[in-house]
């Protein structure tokens, strides 16, 4: 079943079901799909990649503003997005747990022959087409830098 299709039936649940944020986060994700959809170049409907990628974003700004809310200290809109986060997060593949990461990249890093910060780009290169949507691209940027710039790879 196609995630527009998903979308939809979850939608339908969460209007019975009389909850509110479930709603408004399904509503943003169907919104967004059907902007990319309906965009100048698009062919109608997506392809599983794009929809990973449109759901990869829209838990990235999730994220971003969850953590702008802390700094504000502005709880109240912080666990709104949170919780819109976790929703979102349903639809999305299982992300890797730092260890899993750190072996990928470790694997990867000694795939490609990097040797220092240098090789940051070739790697990253790598990383993120292998790792789309297993892991955060933020993450995968922070431990590719960390591993290096200590030369025990």
Request: glycine share 6%; net charge negative.
């Amino acid at each position: 079943m196609a995630l527009k299709d998903t979308i939809d039936a979850d939608i339908k649940k969460a209007m019975l079901a009389k909850d509110k944020v479930r709603l408004l986060a399904l509503r943003s994700i169907k919104s967004q799909i059907m902007l990319a959809e309906t965009a100048e170049g698009a062919h109608g409907t997506l392809a599983p990649e794009q929809e990973m990628k449109l759901l990869n974003k829209a838990a990235k700004q999730r994220r971003e503003a969850a953590e702008m809310y802390q700094k504000q200290f502005r709880s109240d809109l912080e666990e709104i997005e949170l919780a819109e986060l976790a929703i979102i997060e349903e639809y999305l593949p299982q992300q890797l747990s730092e260890a899993d990461l750190m072996e990928k990249l470790v694997e990867i890093v000694q795939r490609v022959g990097a040797t220092g910060p240098s090789d940051l780009g070739k790697v990253m290169g790598v990383a993120a087409r292998e790792l789309s949507g297993l892991a955060d691209g933020k993450a995968i940027s922070q431990m590719v830098s960390h591993l290096l710039n200590n030369t025990n790879v």
